[in-house]
């Protein structure tokens, strides 16, 4: 493996532009208190609407906050909703796909018809649902995305899970006497994963789009908290200022972008069809 | 006999996941944290509590849950979805009016994302690793990654405000009155009527919502059409076909396309299922007067009775369109049906 992540490095560019983009925007969120020239929320009405200069790299905001300062600490919420949700949902679903998975049947079909009736609704207006029901915060909108996120997971893992059963270790492990619990535990699940992992390199960046949206559509974090999609939105309303809202959405972009092509590149390095020569 | 067995037991499945996907709206709505009543009746009515009895049993709300459960069902089953808070007309005669707007928008998206996703994917498994290919997938992953509501913004600025080149919001331009309906897309109602130039005028409205909603599509279709003619061009057969001397071209035409493509008909499908959900950004930053619009305004007024109506049409939409494309995909590919 470790070998091999080098050679990708090498041969795909875009993987190594990806792991770059995303990596910085990482950085930058974690160190936004070192980095960030002016306070995230400090108002400056008598400085407001600006365009970009060198005393404010990304202009500033209608309140005449530092938009480069708001950007950069927004990767705080943004990158950790998408982290946690993705590894929330992953694991409900992982271990969700690989019980039905394994156990087959009757209780298969139930379980894979319920996470269908999820997935019949489009996520974004189920996540508006929810989060409309249970009232919109951070956490919530949070909870909204893991109930629209995990079934996509619980269906890979169940197809993965339908081949690797059949392997002989899963058997042999079996006939040394090992419970359910532990051969899933211990056998199935580890051997099934990698589907798994790259689905959520790029379902990283997927989320973060899922959580600015609901937070453009004043459905996440109150104001005057940094967010991406707020950022945007407080942008509507001066639209001939294109900064306002130009960055925070650029932010956003880039960080799905680069989530997207980790994932893609993984999938390249895991799927030998794929580097068949035509 | 097999292909009409198969129809029929996909359309019993379609039943049975309809009334699964009310019975989880009706539970969702049984989440609401407070009582419908203080949400519905205004503070004066609150304090006189035969209002509020009268409210209660006019919407069978005075009722256990499963009774509850029985009478949603059986309004459901008459086409009553009951009346929106905010508009107060019956939901599905507001859903009516705005339906054809949105699939009229989705249906423009649809087509330009396959067309361009097609026509990028095959350019990029046939010049494989080329720089043509780093260039298309580059466009494919801008698609999936770009947040809509920001990209039509940036459109809006540039093609309508800066260049002025494209309409910007709005279905028709403020010179034109909307055509008489007869099917509720303009373009098509306008042509009705004899005037082209209203028709123009309609698809020249639909370009800029148009390209933003169908960019993450295209960036799907892009993938799928890249990956799976990539897939088949290793085949076997594809093989034999090169060895009896036949050209690139006319092996890619004539063999492997038509194989390729079978998996991005459940993509375009998929696609258009989200198309129709997807369209809340759009056509709340478009004003666009179509279902995505409407969901919105009424989360925002928590009009529960004109969010359940617009949950179910969306799910009944994405069910039936994935219905079709599977007794499509049943009769394209014999295979399916037997599995």
Redesign the interface.
């Known amino acids: 493996m470790k070998y091999s992540i080098k050679k990708i490095f090498k041969s795909n ?2 993987f190594t532009i990806g792991v770059i983009i995303c990596l910085l925007w990482i950085v930058l969120a974690i160190l936004a208190p070192v980095i960030a020239p002016y306070d995230p929320i400090a108002q400056d009405i008598t400085a407001r609407l600006q365009a970009p200069s060198a005393a404010h790299w990304f202009g500033t905001d209608n309140f005449g906050r530092d938009i480069f300062s708001r950007v950069i600490y927004g990767g705080r919420y943004s990158i950790l909703a998408g982290f946690l949700t993705v590894i929330i949902a992953g694991a409900i679903g992982t271990f969700y796909g690989a019980i039905a998975g394994y156990v087959g049947g009757v209780v298969d079909n139930v379980m894979m ?1 319920i996470s ?3 997935l ?7 996540a ?3 989060n ?4 919109s915060n951070l956490f919530n909108t949070m909870f909204a995305l893991i109930i629209v996120a995990w079934p996509t997971y619980a269906r890979l893992m169940r197809s993965v899970v339908l081949s690797v059963k059949e392997n002989e270790y899963v058997t042999a492990s079996k006939a040394l006497g090992a419970g359910s619990f532990r051969v899933l535990l211990r056998e199935i699940i580890p051997n099934s994963i990698n589907s798994v992992l790259i689905m959520a390199t790029t379902d990283i ?1 997927n989320q973060i ?1 899922m959580f ?2 609901l937070s ?4 996440g974090s109150a104001p005057p908290t940094p967010e991406w ?1 707020m950022m ?2 407080d ?2 309303d001066y ?2 200022k ?1 900064w306002v ?2 960055f925070p ?2 932010a ?2 880039t960080m ?2 680069g ?3 980790i994932g ?1 590149g993984l999938r390249d390095l895991l799927d030998p ?2 580097r ?3 | 006999m097999d292909t009409l067995k198969f129809i029929g037991r996909r359309l019993i499945y379609l039943v049975v996941m309809l009334f699964g996907v009310a019975t989880l709206v009706f539970i969702l709505t049984k989440m609401v944290p407070g009582d419908p009543v203080t949400a519905n009746l205004s503070q004066r009515a609150l304090n006189d509590p035969e209002i509020v009895a009268a409210y209660r049993a006019k919407h069978g709300l005075d009722q256990p849950v499963i009774i509850q459960y029985f009478l949603y069902i059986r309004n459901l089953l008459q086409f009553d979805l009951g009346t929106s808070i905010r508009t107060n007309t019956p939901v599905l005669q507001d859903l009516q009016r705005c339906f054809p707007a949105t699939v009229e928008l989705a249906l423009f998206a649809i087509i330009v994302a396959a067309v361009l996703g097609i026509l990028f994917g095959v350019i990029s498994a046939t010049h494989r690793n080329s720089a043509g290919d780093q260039v298309v997938r580059a466009v494919s992953v801008t698609g999936v990654s770009i947040p809509s509501f920001w990209f039509a913004l940036i459109v809006l600025y540039f093609f309508y405000y800066k260049l002025k080149i494209l309409p910007g919001p709005g279905r028709l331009s403020k010179q034109f009155a909307a055509p008489q309906t007869v099917t509720g897309l303009f373009i098509i109602d306008s042509l009705l009527e004899g005037d082209p130039a209203k028709a123009l005028d309609a698809l020249s409205h639909l370009i800029l919502p148009g390209f933003v909603l169908a960019a993450f599509t295209m960036g799907l279709i892009t993938r799928t059409t890249r990956s799976n003619l990539l897939d088949v061009l290793s085949a076997d057969y594809i093989r034999t076909a090169r060895a009896k001397g036949l050209s690139r071209g006319a092996l890619i035409r004539k063999h492997a396309l038509g194989n390729a493509l079978i998996p991005v008909l459940t993509v375009i499908g998929l696609g258009l299922g989200n198309l129709l959900g997807g369209m809340v950004l759009v056509e709340t930053i478009f004003s666009w007067p179509g279902v995505g619009q409407y969901a919105y305004q009424s989360v925002l007024s928590n009009d529960y009775p004109a969010i359940i109506g617009v949950a179910l049409l969306i799910a009944l939409n994405y069910m039936v369109i994935n219905t079709v494309v599977d007794i499509l995909y049943g009769v394209i590919d014999p295979r399916v049906r037997y599995s």
């Open positions: 560019a875009l018809r269908e009736m999820i019949s609704f489009p996520s974004l207006i189920l508006m649902i929810i409309a029901v249970m009232g960046g789009l600015s949206t453009f559509l004043g459905l999609g945007v939105s942008g509507v639209f001939n294109i809202a130009g959405g650029l956003i972009f799905a972008m989530s997207n092509f893609d069809r794929l068949k020569q035509f």
